[in-house]
């Protein structure tokens, strides 16, 4: 008898559940031996808390009443909910507060992609240590979960969501206009940028040109003085706040595995300052990401600034599976 | 360099060529930034065909957002139209090629009125299309209620027999229309083709895919 499961879902046996929870736990001891502490929190939430996190993210795929009539959410990831736990449990806590977690999340799928529905996360929150060296730790924190996960090329992209934000303002972009544009921007989609940024009255070719030359900058340190040559106040400050966890990531010795990147932008809308995403030459994939928000607490009562990331859990399997292979080998 | 030391790339890299209208001019577009495309242009029944810096991979012009965002191609080349029609796919769309111009349109009959005559005492049309999307966002954004029939074929033929009052398909000449009886209605938009790039790919083979979109950009004279 065949039974089927909904598209998005998956069963998971022992020969995977095996590899899978090596990786957990490998990843759970990085984080518990930099002092993070692991917890959990319900996979539904009232909908109108998560909510509050923000508007678009907490747009849960998954909404439901309740036999009292409340209406519930399947969570899509996991930084609203420990956003709204540490204003509701740790609110008078000594900070800065390390907490991790392994758990799974739900988003909408569109169909015949491959995409999950319901996937794994394993990542970290770090809530009241502001940039840069809060940022600079988290990074460590990540560098560290690639490393146990064996994923020796692995790189992390490093950009700053406010950068084209403030750009676009520079340039007299505001509301409508200047969102479309970040859409743009977040897609990538530099043909659709150049073309609308040049139709908006009162912007210079010369301004378009330095929009689509700072997206596309990318690589070592010497992008941050690039970028300064572009010229313009929002630039001063995107690359002296990168240049300043930068600083911070030599220190610690983790620059190496860090890509700067002035063209990164995530949709998700509670981003402010550094942003991350995980890529590995062996995946067409992001393989995780994150950033900081600092406004984000403050939307639950506590005005704290916040950093993390979270890694696709199938991915970093699938990655690391790809990385054996072209090893040449079982490890 | 930071971040680049790491990343090691696997092999050459893989381009995406789209197969069909747009063949000719893309391997005339790569020729003129010095790949080798004679291989391609061959008789040859391969779909893959591997150089020194770059393997040129052909496939359906509407494939190539499939593999490109999957990162089996870390580059590629394929209309505008295929990259409207499915614009949840995933990929970095870097420079507009200008070549493979034609434009999106909503064809119906010649001297007939049945497009607005169904609109009128019906309230809504039909309309056969290989684009279902587009033509959706297309009468969305205008106000108008239609009825999409997606059809994989000579869509040509849908209002002929009475499948559509109209259709919504890619014109290059007009030619086909013509010979059919048809005639162009309204424009929705104009297509070229577009240079796509992996997300990853475009992170990770940055001095290889800017150094492609450059040369490509030069030799287009932009």
Request: aromatic letters at 4%; one cysteine or more.
């Amino acid at each position: 008898m065949i039974h089927p499961i909904p598209p998005g879902t998956r069963d998971v046996l022992p020969d995977e559940m095996r590899e899978l929870r090596r990786l957990h736990l490998a990843l759970i001891g990085v984080f518990e031996g930099r002092g993070y502490g692991e917890v959990a929190t319900p996979a539904i939430e009232y909908d109108e808390v998560l909510a509050q996190g923000d508007g678009r993210t907490a747009d849960s795929a998954y909404r439901f009443f309740d036999s009292s009539g409340d209406l519930l959410a399947l969570r899509s990831d996991m930084t609203i909910p420990i956003a709204r736990l540490v204003a509701t449990r740790f609110a008078g806590a000594e900070m800065p507060l390390r907490l991790c977690y392994l758990a799974n999340a739900f988003r909408a799928v569109r169909p015949q992609r491959g995409q999950m529905r319901e996937f794994a996360q394993a990542g970290v929150e770090l809530i009241g240590a502001p940039a840069p060296q809060g940022t600079a730790e988290v990074i460590e924190v990540l560098a560290a979960a690639l490393d146990a996960a064996s994923l020796d090329r692995a790189v992390i992209g490093l950009g700053d969501a406010d950068l084209y934000r403030q750009l676009l303002a520079e340039f007299g972009v505001e509301n409508e206009a200047r969102e479309s544009l970040l859409g743009r921007l977040a897609a990538h989609d530099l043909v659709g940028l150049e073309a609308e940024l040049s139709e908006l009255p009162g912007v210079s070719d010369q301004q378009v040109a330095t929009c689509i030359a700072l997206s596309q900058l990318r690589g070592g340190k010497e992008v941050l003085d690039e970028a300064r040559s572009l010229g313009g106040a929002a630039v001063e400050r995107a690359t002296a706040r990168m240049g300043e966890t930068l600083e911070e990531l030599e220190a610690r010795g983790v620059s190496e595995r860090v890509q700067i990147d002035l063209g990164l932008l995530r949709d998700l809308g509670y981003y402010s300052g550094a942003i991350l995403e995980v890529y590995d030459p062996a995946l067409g994939h992001v393989l995780g990401g994150g950033g900081r928000y600092d406004g984000l607490m403050k939307r639950f009562g506590l005005d704290l600034p916040a950093a993390g990331f979270a890694l696709y859990m199938e991915r970093v399997h699938v990655a690391q599976i790809k990385e054996e292979s072209r090893a040449g080998g079982s490890p | 360099m930071a971040g680049m030391g790491r990343a090691k790339a696997d092999g050459p890299l893989k381009l995406a060529v789209p197969r069909g209208a747009l063949l000719g001019e893309t391997l005339d577009a790569l020729d003129a930034v010095g790949i080798d495309t004679s291989e391609a242009r061959g008789e040859s029944r391969s779909l893959i065909f591997p150089g020194q810096s770059i393997t040129l991979v052909t496939m359906r012009p509407s494939d190539v957002p499939t593999y490109v965002e999957a990162g089996a191609a870390d580059v590629g080349i394929t209309g505008k139209d295929v990259l409207l029609e499915q614009h949840d796919r995933v990929v970095y769309e870097l420079l507009d090629l200008g070549f493979g111009r034609c434009r999106m349109v909503l064809a119906g009959r010649v001297g007939d009125e049945r497009l607005g005559e169904a609109q009128r005492r019906l309230g809504m049309m039909r309309i056969a299309t290989k684009y279902p999307r587009i033509a959706e966002r297309h009468f969305e954004r205008t106000g108008r209620q239609v009825e999409v029939i997606e059809v994989k074929g000579s869509v040509e033929l849908a209002p002929l027999i009475g499948l559509a009052d109209g259709i919504v398909d890619l014109v290059a000449t007009g030619r086909t229309l013509e010979e059919n009886d048809l005639e162009v209605r309204e424009e929705i938009l104009e297509c070229t083709a577009r240079f796509v790039a992996n997300r990853v790919a475009h992170k990770l083979r940055a001095r290889e895919v800017d150094g492609l979109t450059a040369k490509l950009r030069e030799s287009l004279g932009k």
